[in-house]
């Protein structure tokens, strides 16, 4: 279905026919006092008609706030919708439409509060009953929807869990109505939808021979070193599928992201390995080249002379004292060198 979305930007006269019913209702009063006095009939019916069915006409005041609107229909046809604040009058009979005005996300906008909401307790039965004015309206605010986490496997097969929060507005508010049952769970389905979709093409850290682009050659792409590039292709997925429904993602941002439970302590101990291996490397880098600068020094200098044999066992214990996890215990030697 493609409807058109139609403003209702000159219906702004809600106050002068509020003043006019209640104008009317004064005069209606005042003219069936004077046609009782009188005994004029026809007055009399006119009268009594205005005041039981002159309330009608309130039913097309509409009152909206900023950042609101209300899509119409008259007899299940679309007639419009009012945006903007202001006191609108319309079509007494025009009714609102809202399929998800009733359903609650993680989100903001809908934290039920007890305003518009009257509790009454049924004497008979101690049961408790709730009535709620629920609004037809339509919040065109920027709202924030943080779906549960998700447990997703990366690309390499380890299982992830991934949360994300999404900034959405509606921008169409005849395509959102129509197009889709209920566009707050569309959106909700379509971003864990998306999540899917993306995850799976990237690991969860660098991994070698591996292509997150798509361009046939290996990078460096991954959920947790390249989360920008993430949130912007989860954005732009989720914007593709709900621009039929008159939404617009404004942001999409990772807030949580872990291996699942069942893998963490492994994949931890992995990590520490790796890292324990770096900090190795670098040590024995660095002493290797003190002992080569020991042994030009020495040379330079023309300290001692040492032979082959002499020079491997210097490397050696110096190689042992400088990558050792503990300070050394010297030994000093008070016979000869040989």
């Not at 079509?91 to 009454?120: E, M």
């Not at 049961?127 to 605010?141: A, C, F, G, P, Y």
Request: charged share 20%; with cysteine; hydrophobic share 45%.
């Amino acid at each position: 279905m493609n409807t058109t979305e139609i403003i209702l930007s000159k219906r702004q006269n809600g106050m002068p026919m509020f003043l006019l019913t209640l104008l009317l209702y004064v005069a209606a009063i005042l003219l069936l006092i004077v046609a009782a006095t009188e005994e004029i009939v026809v007055l009399m019916v006119l009268s009594i008609v205005w005041l039981v069915l002159g309330w009608i006409l309130f039913l097309g005041l509409k009152v909206l706030k900023p950042q609101e609107a209300l899509v119409l229909t008259l007899f299940g046809k679309y007639v419009g919708t009012l945006k903007g604040e202001g006191f609108y009058f319309v079509h007494p009979f025009c009714s609102a439409v809202n399929p998800a005005a009733k359903t609650k996300l993680k989100q903001s906008g809908d934290v039920d509060g007890n305003s518009g909401k009257n509790i009454f307790m049924a004497a008979a039965g101690a049961q408790t009953v709730d009535v709620e004015s629920v609004s037809k309206k339509i919040s065109l605010k920027i709202m924030t929807l943080n779906n549960n986490r998700q447990k997703i496997n990366d690309c390499l097969g380890n299982p992830v869990e991934i949360g994300i929060a999404v900034m959405w507005r509606v921008v169409d508010t005849a395509k959102a109505v129509f197009t889709v049952d209920n566009y707050k769970e569309y959106l909700s389905l379509q971003c864990d939808s998306a999540l899917r979709d993306i995850v799976r093409i990237y690991p969860y850290d660098v991994a070698p021979n591996v292509d997150t682009t798509g361009d046939g050659i290996a990078d460096e792409g991954s959920l947790r070193g390249s989360s920008e590039v993430v949130a912007m292709r989860i954005r732009d997925e989720i914007q593709s599928k709900v621009k039929e429904a008159g939404l617009e993602i404004i942001d999409a941002r990772i807030t949580y992201l872990a291996y699942a439970p069942e893998i963490a302590a492994v994949m931890l101990q992995r990590q520490q390995a790796s890292a324990i291996i770096d900090a190795r490397k670098m040590i024995v880098d660095g002493a290797v080249g003190m002992v080569e600068m020991a042994l030009e020094r020495l040379n330079e200098n023309d300290v001692v002379k040492l032979d082959e044999e002499r020079k491997a066992a210097m490397v050696s214990n110096l190689l042992v004292v400088l990558c050792g996890n503990r300070d050394a215990q010297p030994i000093v030697n008070s016979g000869s060198l040989y």
